[in-house]
């Protein structure tokens, strides 16, 4: 009888089927031997009746599954995901390597680091962009020298093992934006209650003292220590733009408490740069004085005429110019990412500034010294929720940039302002061609100069309702520009969102609210 027609081995679902032997040729006595997920049969050549059946066992299943995953037979989709992931392997391992380099430059190695729980002197870093650490590590081999077991660490590690043995904390940390925690320490004050023993502590905080916000975020480090009913060893000691003599008298007062000499002679670590030169810029502003330009720069080619690679950067990162005879460099939030082929910037003149003096004289051909800070933290969250983009003067840089990279045109509504429309409407005709190719959902600007004069925050009282539709639909909303600008944003927003439930702090908490303030 045809195999095909025999009863058994129809009933029998081919997803079923495991294996199937033929009887001998030339036995008339054997048999054919089925084996299936059920268990195992013997099936009469000549009749096509089941002979005997033996249903499969506990340990036949496993035994299954063993042979599956070591072979793969008749696991096609299981083969196609593990393929899969086994192409995917160098991928984390590159994504992963960059992640560890990253986070390995942002620390900086210390020397002598004892394990927290042998140390009996602790110091904490809240860092943004790393000078923090150079400045930790100044005052940890310090201490070392002096005898002590000092452990260095990140704000956001701290634990119950950092205050296990040591007889005080010291903590080092920079202020982000308008009071916010750097990088470094942005879990710290939830962590802050695992701390089991109230050691004596001591907090110097980094800032910028021309900023309302001045060390903000280490006053707040100290009042929750202070809440907590942690003595301080020291009053709170601010240090204004990494000032080494402000460092070293801190060091002095230190040593003092410590009962020995305690000095720190920190030399800041010069960061690489790589040289830029302009290849093109557009001047704004001159006939209300307040002068903004646009300035474009390229990797110079080198000596055979090769042009040179610029680094790798998005939209929102900073640039680090240091102008020359000044060791301190200057940010500019970036309008162009590595893949526009320019790197672009936005700066207003500002009366006696070093660096935007220089820049403002700066014509194609010449060069500056830079290097790139990421922002991970101001970028446009992924997906196709709306964006509401606003800034005021030359803050439309890195916003002119999300715009450009909107390649998925998902809904990004900007409102600018400026002073007037003939001398300083920044990128006025890149923004009409977003708007024709729907980069840019919508554009609404504000003139202060102009008769009927309106600043940003205007405009967004007057569309509080759209505002409030787009936020309601999970809009994200990403700020840049002055101080005063982003202060009078913060307080029309408030407002906007009120009659939603909602406040900033609880769209900044989420991520839905970003800013860069300078």
Known sequence: MPVGALAALAAIDSTDLRSLSFPAKGDPTDTFAVVTTAGELRVDPATGATLAFAPATTLDRIGAIVRLLHTGRGAWALG?????SSAAVPIFAATGAVLWWRRRAASPRIEANRPARLADTVILVGSEGGSTWGFAATLHAALTRAGHAVHTGAMNAVSAAHVATAERLIVLTATYGEGDAPASARQFLDRLDRLDRRVPVAVLGFGDRSFPQFCRYAQQVVG????????????????????????AQWGRDLGAVLGHDLPLAHVAAKVPTQPLELVGREDYGAAVGAPIA???????????????????FEAGDLVGIVPPGDAMPRFYSLASSARDGVLEICVRKRDGGLCSTLLHGLEPGGRVDAFIRPNPSFRPAQGRAPLILIGAGAGIGPLAGFVRANAMRRPVHLYWGGRSPASDFLYEHELAQYLAEKRLTSLTTAFSREADGAY???????????????????AQVLVCGGRDMGEAVREALDAVVHPLGLDLATLKSTGRYVEDIY
Do not use: N
């Open 80 to 84: 196609l995901v593990l393929g899969l």
């Open 456 to 474: 940003v925050q205007d405009r967004l009282a007057a569309d509080a309702a759209r505002l409030r539709d787009l936020i309601r639909h999970g």
């Open 294 to 312: 646009i300035l474009r720069f390229r990797a110079p080619a080198d000596t055979r005429g090769r042009q040179g690679r610029l680094p790798s």
């Open 224 to 247: 929750a220590f202070e809440a907590r009913g942690f003595p301080l060893l020291m009053p709170l000691k601010r240090v204004d733009r990494q000032s080494a003599q402000e460092f």
